[in-house]
């Protein structure tokens, strides 16, 4: 088990940047998977990027490819979210979640979130 700390979120405007940060503790963050979900309020919870346990390997939600990056620092149980061109349809409370095992991350069904942090993006 790890426990999931985001931070970063804000209220910022269309075309700006922000940047995410999901902490963990414990010393096993580097054998855990982790992806950034986000819920809209009406909406349900989408998937929108995922990094493997070494980094090597990143995934991305249509919606966001191109204008996100996730990244980690396993020496600090960082992972970050870059956000740019950031669009009102982002507006949204993000969570990151952490798994051994990738399909769950993929599944929306990983065993440990955080408790999300909102971004809000105004037109």
């Known amino acids: 088990q790890v426990q999931l700390v985001e931070s970063g979120g804000g209220l910022v405007q269309a075309g700006d940047s922000l940047r995410l940060s999901c902490t963990a503790s414990g010393r096993t963050f580097n054998t855990y998977h982790v992806g950034w979900f986000r819920q809209a309020p009406g909406k349900e919870r989408e998937f929108v990027a995922a990094?493997?346990?070494?980094?090597?390997?990143?995934n991305y939600a249509d919606t966001v490819k191109g204008r996100f990056t996730i990244s980690r620092d396993n020496a600090k149980n960082t992972v970050y979210l870059q956000m740019n061109n950031l669009k009102p349809e982002d507006t949204a409370v993000y969570y990151c979640?952490?798994?051994?095992?990738?399909?769950?991350?993929?599944?929306?069904?990983?065993?440990?979130w955080g408790q999300g942090t909102q971004v809000t993006v105004s037109s």
């Open positions: 990094v493997s346990w070494r980094g090597y390997s990143t």
């Open positions: 979640a952490a798994d051994t095992t990738i399909g769950s991350i993929y599944t929306h069904d990983p065993a440990n």
